[in-house]
């Protein structure tokens, strides 16, 4: 943990603003929540135990029913220190996205390495943050929905801090009408969002991104709070051309900060994603970071990470790069069915792993081998298909279990309510040391 630690240091030296809190009396009552059938994978003889009390007994993973999708200690540990390290070096502050993971316990951690705050997508996640006393919410889309928007102007005081964006005019003026009737309190911090042709939500151009900043800084209930967007929106690899889309865009993003300095009541905060293009957000916004400016990371992946799409695309992925980013989650299936020579069904599928950004990858197999060539041809909702090239019959033969490498947290823990934490899960049979309760 001494990475961790270091890293906390680290980013409270440049962080400039006070430290973002969660209820840690919150968060460590969930361990008395009580284990019963609605906990996918986990096994009968734990229903009724608190959380707690089933880890007292220090359970093996072998004692989970599969499907099963898991996280690795060590590597979340890891993870956690990379990039908080790599955001202090750089002098940027990271909000995470805590929409991929909807896990107190791990947005606890990521405040414990030094966040600045938590992104989250909707005002229903907001909701679940505040309820777990959360202090500081960078909200990466609108706030127009009436019952919400009143709900957070209602919530915002001093020990709330909340920032959501704007991309239109016509936004502006609807969160306006909204809080006419709301009640009286701080204005909603707004930052203007600036987009891309071809990208997804944002204004397209600068000269919009002006307007819209008259028109929040107009607005009775609202306030001028700064510039964001998406860059990951725009490339989908690291090839030259998209590099040179988000870079462009980036750069254009900082122009607009610069044009909109004399417009901000007060402290401003420059806020890109970071997941994919890290890199690039620093070098076309780091140098934006002073006694006014905040320049803050978006990044949701890293601390999971995967064996996918950002293991292909982010920079900072090990073993290219040393310390780096590591798959801190894995899916686990068993061999159900072996119709055919070359093919075993396995049982989990669709809703069980991800597959939006790539099929599962057969990883290892305990107590055997895989095939040179194995791979997972499709998923249907509760199967998975395991080609096993110039594999026979007796090759992988039902009740194997297979480890699989996923792509993409986001699409991965929206299936489990609760997610084991192992001690090593390059074990033949490791340890739970945690349990780790979402909210979708």
Known sequence: ??????????????????????????????????????????????????????????????????????????????????????????????????????????????????????????????????????????????????????????????????????????TVESMNDILRDAPAGPPVRVIVELGAPGGRTGARTRAEAHEIAKAVSAAERLELAGVGGYEGALAHDRSAAGLDAVRDYLADMAVLHVELADEYPGHAVVTAGGSAYPDLVVEQLAGLADASTTVVLRSGAYLVHDDGFYAGISPLTAPAVEPGLRAAMHGWARVVSRPEPELALLDGGKRDFPFDEGLPVPQQVFGGSLPAGSHVSALNDQHTFLRLPGASASDLPVGSVVRLGLSHPCTAFDKWRLIPVLDDADAANPRVVDLVRTFF
């Open 1 to 170: 943990m001494q990475p961790v630690l270091r890293s906390v240091q680290l980013v409270s030296a440049i962080a400039k603003r006070e430290a973002v809190t969660i209820d840690n009396a919150v968060v460590d009552a969930l361990a008395n929540a009580t284990l019963g059938p609605h906990d996918k994978s986990v096994p009968p003889t734990a229903w009724g135990e608190t959380v707690r009390d089933f880890l007292v007994a220090e359970p093996r993973m072998g004692a989970f029913a599969t499907p099963l999708l898991t996280l690795d200690r060590g590597r979340l540990d890891s993870n956690l220190a990379v990039m908080a390290d790599w955001a202090a070096a750089a002098g940027v502050a990271l909000a995470p996205h805590g929409k991929t993971t909807m896990a107190p316990q791990l947005w606890r951690e990521q405040f414990d390495a030094g966040a600045w705050g938590i992104t989250l997508a909707t005002l229903w996640q907001v909701q679940v943050a505040r309820s777990v006393g959360v202090s500081r919410i960078m909200l990466a889309n609108t706030a127009i929905d009436p019952v919400g928007l009143r709900w957070l102007a209602g919530e915002l005081g001093p020990d709330f801090e909340c920032y959501c964006w704007a991309d239109s005019v016509a």
